[in-house]
């Protein structure tokens, strides 16, 4: 929502301070420096990456225009699920666990939880180290170790989308200036013909420039900033599961291994512990209505 409202504000500001100082926005609309720019960042979006890249990164810029996944009430269901699994494992055994966590997709148990099953690289995250722990076949620190890389691994490649586009703003100046050569171009074949044709050429080459400047600054950056935004949401959110899980192989009780999760979230959307213990043991409420 805030996306939606923030570009209105970027480019009402712009065209009303343009019409105040007399301009007429019909001079704006250069159909051809668009498609120069355009098709030109296109082209080298293209050239840098490989298509099914190209594609993730149409589906994350448009991404930013749904709210954030990883709210209050995202973070209050995580905590009840982990609260549960632990409670799973400590009156049934680590074994209760093996049919859930050997083939998480089919599990019921996950499905109770709707925000973290639809999210796959947590569900599998979760499933593939609670093997290793209910095998018991990696020490305390490899199993640090062993999450650290993959949090590591998966964080890089999320960050891959938030790159290009970041890479791409910083063109978006260079390819205006392209724009603008060629309608310098096309201004001195025009020299000796009228005025007006002349004015309307070298106003086409200069909206080149300006398009590429505000393209850059105006969209391109602030989308590449949001992107990263949710990639460092997600790390925070596979933070909380990372240390719930170290707290459990380590034997901790279960509500102190949901603690220590509670700990990694961020302070503005963190729970309360009398909210968080309120919500892991009795469903309330209290976390939500806190939003």
């Known amino acids: 929502m805030f996306t939606i409202i923030g570009v209105v504000v970027l480019f009402g500001a712009i065209l009303a301070g343009f019409t105040m100082?007399?301009?007429?926005?019909?001079?704006?609309?250069?159909?051809?420096e668009l498609i120069i720019i355009g098709g030109a960042a296109l082209g080298s979006l293209l050239i840098a990456n490989p298509l099914p890249?190209?594609?993730a990164v149409v589906k994350e810029s448009l991404g930013i225009l749904k709210p954030n996944p990883f709210s209050r009430?995202?973070?209050?269901?995580?905590?009840?699920?982990?609260y549960d699994m632990f409670m799973m494992a400590r009156k049934e055994g680590l074994m209760a666990l093996d049919?859930?966590?050997?083939?998480?997709e089919e599990s019921s148990f996950f499905q109770n939880y709707p925000t973290f099953y639809k999210n796959h690289h947590a569900l599998f995250f979760l499933a593939d180290t609670m093997k290793v722990i209910v095998s018991g076949s990696v020490a305390e620190h490899n199993l640090t170790e062993l999450m650290d890389?993959?949090?590591?691994?998966?964080h890089e490649s999320a960050l891959k989308g938030s790159q290009i586009v970041s890479k791409m703003g910083d063109a978006m100046p260079g390819f205006g200036i392209v724009a603008a050569v060629?309608?310098?171009?096309?201004?001195?074949?025009?020299?000796?013909?009228?005025?007006?044709?002349?004015g309307e050429k070298v106003g086409a080459a200069l909206v080149g420039t300006f398009l590429g400047i505000l393209m850059a600054y105006g969209l391109?950056?602030?989308i590449s900033a949001a992107m990263e935004a949710r990639v460092h949401s997600e790390g925070l959110y596979m933070g909380c599961i990372k240390n719930a899980l170290l707290a459990f192989a380590r034997g901790d009780a279960p509500l102190t291994a949901v603690e220590f999760a509670r700990r990694n979230i961020a302070p503005e959307m963190r729970p309360t512990f009398s909210e968080m213990e309120n919500t892991v043991k009795n469903g309330g409420g209290d976390m939500a209505q806190a939003a």
Do not use: C, W
Request: zero cysteines.
């Open 21 to 32: 100082e007399g301009g007429k926005i019909a001079a704006l609309i250069q159909p051809n």
């Open 53 to 55: 890249q190209v594609m």
């Open 73 to 82: 009430d995202a973070y209050a269901e995580l905590l009840k699920m982990l």
């Open 99 to 104: 049919s859930h966590v050997e083939r998480p």
């Open 149 to 154: 890389l993959d949090l590591e691994t998966a």
């Open 182 to 198: 060629l309608g310098v171009v096309n201004t001195m074949a025009a020299i000796g013909g009228k005025p007006e044709v002349i």
């Open 220 to 222: 391109f950056a602030p």
